[in-house]
């Protein structure tokens, strides 16, 4: 079976917890990504999605302006709108695992830590699909 640690994104992008949600949404925008795992002073803490930010977000239909908006996200810390217990995998467990655990949980992507829960790579759904393309491409290790 193929591992986690070969189709990880390794030394992910992170954001601290006390940055703004403008700094996550502009970090992301910047970086073309959709979360970012969450330090406190190197230890992981969290994940923030871009879907966590948007149903953080106050809706279209409020009262308030853009700019309104702005100047709350740009005061409200990470780590208000973050999942500060998000799925984790090793880098150890089965891709076969952790993908099963991506579907039965409607996830994304993953966090992945080490034995001392310290942050060492992300797996999304991206890097799933690359695997199976990946194996599927080699005849030996795919069958129909």
């Not at 030394?11 to 992301?28: K, Q």
């Not at 999942?83 to 089965?94: A, E, I, K, S, W």
């Amino acid at each position: 079976m193929t591992k986690v640690e070969k189709w990880m994104t390794r030394n992910p992008i992170t954001i601290e917890a006390d940055a703004s949600i403008i700094e996550a949404i502009h970090l992301m925008k910047e970086k073309e990504i959709r979360r970012l795992p969450v330090m406190h002073n190197g230890a992981f803490v969290g994940l923030i999605t871009d879907r966590m930010i948007k149903e953080y977000t106050p809706s279209k239909a409020t009262a308030l302006d853009t700019w309104e908006i702005h100047y709350l996200l740009s005061k409200t810390p990470v780590k208000e709108a973050m999942n500060p217990t998000p799925f984790t995998v090793t880098p150890d467990m089965d891709l076969t695992d952790a993908a099963q655990l991506i579907h039965d949980r409607k996830l994304y992507g993953l966090c992945v830590v080490d034995a001392d829960k310290r942050l060492v790579g992300i797996l999304t759904t991206t890097n799933i699909l690359e695997a199976l393309i990946a194996i599927c491409k080699n005849p030996q290790t795919c069958s129909e």
